[in-house]
């Protein structure tokens, strides 16, 4: 089955660290940009970052530049977001999501996984 | 302004067609997607590239957009089409970003 599974998440303490992981199956994992994409309790998506397939480009959303590392281990199909200095609006559901674009135009994050949810709290 | 705006609530009667709007900046250049997210479940892509539809997706659902602003039409709603819906694009700032809209939450009476 193509799919995306998150694993990672859980309670970390205002300041803290946490890496949250996706493991890729069913498709060409090298082949595609990769999201991260996030869901605070009762609010809406917030587009988190993307990167590159090979690894080297990186995106951040203002709020996290800084603090936050999107990686990628294409060998183990694995897509990373280290999380430090974490604060409380950090407190969201965390996706992974596939990237595409077949225009200059346009993308869209055409499969997600389930999410794993990160509480930043004391 | 890299901001994308949804109105927050829309309410429909079941069977009838609805309209869900987006408008921002980043649709003057960049074309939208639109996904369905249903309580406790992940998004699903309804449309991309303004009006593409993916496989699976029921032809009811259908996007056009004009200027500033993208819409989604979803035609005969059914009970099962009640979600919250996000627009999305490029971002009119750097096009290796994307951002959401605030999200449309659809009710069908």
């Known amino acids: 089955d193509v799919q995306l599974v998150e694993s990672g998440g859980g309670l970390v303490q205002p300041g803290g660290s946490l890496r949250v992981s996706c493991v890729a199956s069913?498709?060409?994992?090298?082949?595609?940009?990769m999201s991260w994409v996030r869901q605070s309790p009762g609010k809406g998506l917030e587009w988190v970052a993307n990167?590159?397939?090979?690894?080297?480009?990186?995106f951040y959303v203002d709020s996290v530049r800084g603090r936050f590392t999107i990686s990628r281990d294409n060998a183990r199909n694995s897509l990373y977001l280290q999380m430090n200095s974490l604060r409380g609006d950090d407190t969201a559901v965390y996706y992974c999501?596939?990237?595409?674009?077949?225009?200059?135009?346009?993308?869209?994050?055409?499969?997600w996984g389930h999410g794993t949810l990160v509480t930043v709290s004391s | 302004s890299s901001d994308l705006t949804q109105d927050p609530a829309v309410s429909v009667a079941l069977g009838q067609t609805v309209t869900i709007t987006c408008q921002g900046d980043?649709?003057?250049?960049?074309?939208a997607s639109w996904y369905q997210q249903k309580p406790g479940q992940a998004p699903v892509v309804v449309i991309f590239?303004?009006?593409n539809r993916p496989s699976g997706i029921p032809d009811r659902f259908s996007g056009s957009g004009s200027g500033n602003t993208a819409s989604l039409i979803i035609t005969g709603v059914q009970a099962e089409d009640e979600a919250d819906f996000y627009c999305?694009?490029?971002?009119?700032?750097?096009?290796?970003?994307?951002?959401f809209g605030g999200g449309t939450r659809l009710t069908v009476l």
């Open positions: 999501a596939r990237l595409r674009s077949s225009s200059w135009r346009y993308n869209w994050l055409d499969l």
């Open positions: 069913g498709f060409t994992f090298n082949n595609f940009w």
């Open positions: 990167i590159h397939q090979d690894g080297n480009e990186k």
């Open positions: 980043s649709l003057t250049k960049y074309y």
């Open positions: 590239g303004l009006h």
């Open positions: 999305c694009s490029r971002d009119i700032n750097n096009n290796n970003r994307v951002v």
